[in-house]
């Protein structure tokens, strides 16, 4: 068993197995997994927002965001001998944490995550192989590189592998 790596709130982390990496509490946020299918190296971005670019000084945290922080992660993956061609991600999160009567955009910011990391990883050529998104609920996921398993607890929902 190796060592569980946290990945904190607009952060993100790379692993090779054992290790595994985690993040606790993704409600709007969005946990992004990925892994090189060849070389098991792995890692998992937790993005809180969609677009760096709307935000002044964004480029003080390039994790925060999902335009800036998939690619900064991918880029990391490849510094281990990751290659592109062979990576394959999972996604969870992007919940709407707040029942509100307003489709604002500002209360979809859930929905807007999830979007841009779909479109995000879309360009890359990255394929989704499952995602666990939507709905009104957080999620602590554990993403294991070696399996690729992505392990997603809930309160009161229980816990599922994608």
Partial sequence: MGEVIKVGMADLKTCCPPNTVTTLGLGSCVGVAIRDTSNKVGGLAHVMLPDSTAIKNSQ?????FADTGIVELVRQMEEL??????????????????????????MQVGERN?????????????????????????????????????????????????
């Fill in 60 to 64: 003080t945290n390039i994790a925060k």
């Fill in 81 to 106: 001998g990751a290659v592109r061609r062979r990576m394959v991600a999972k996604i969870a999160g992007g919940a709407m944490m707040f029942s509100m009567q307003s489709k604002s955009a500002a």
């Fill in 114 to 162: 999830a979007q841009a990391v779909k479109e995000k990883l879309k360009e890359l050529g990255i394929p989704i192989l499952s995602e666990d998104t939507g709905l009104n609920y957080g999620r602590t996921v554990i993403f294991d590189p070696e399996t690729g398993d992505f392990v997603i607890k809930t309160a009161g929902k229980g816990e599922k592998v994608i």
